[in-house]
């Protein structure tokens, strides 16, 4: 199996910018297709960005396209979010997520088999 750990959150202003990593161990990393998620107070978790095991194929929650950019450096076992643009309502506990094997719905956050443990990410206006 593979742990998972996020860094990177904090608290910014509307239109700032914040990287959040996700380091993985464990198992070679390279084998996970990965994704981001996020749940805001008294909401589900939801979609933000998946990313293939090689990197080549991308995927993005509609409100974030243009905004956030999902890459990963399988040489360092991490995967990124680049978010920029930010706005309050990105407010949230941002989670990574891995999956080793195929993915009928990327969006579908049970489908995942490992998390970390989230890094709050908050935006005021």
């Known amino acids: 199996q593979v742990q998972l750990a996020e860094s990177g959150g904090g608290s910014v202003q509307a239109g700032g910018s914040l990287r959040l990593s996700c380091a993985a161990s464990?198992?070679?990393?390279?084998?996970?297709?990965m994704a981001w998620f996020r749940q805001a107070p008294g909401k589900e978790r939801e979609f933000v960005a998946q990313i293939s095991q090689g990197g080549t194929l991308t995927f993005y929650e509609d409100s974030v396209k243009g905004r956030f950019s999902i890459s990963r450096d399988n040489t360092k076992d991490t995967g990124y979010l680049q978010m920029n643009s930010l706005k309050p309502e990105d407010t949230a506990v941002y989670y990574c997520?891995?999956?080793?094997?195929?993915?009928?719905?990327?969006?579908?956050?049970?489908?995942?088999?490992?998390w970390g443990q989230g890094t709050q990410v908050t935006v005021s206006s």
């Open positions: 997520a891995a999956k080793n094997g195929y993915l009928s719905n990327y969006r579908d956050p049970h489908q995942y088999d490992y």
């Open positions: 464990g198992r070679a990393f390279r084998g996970y297709q």
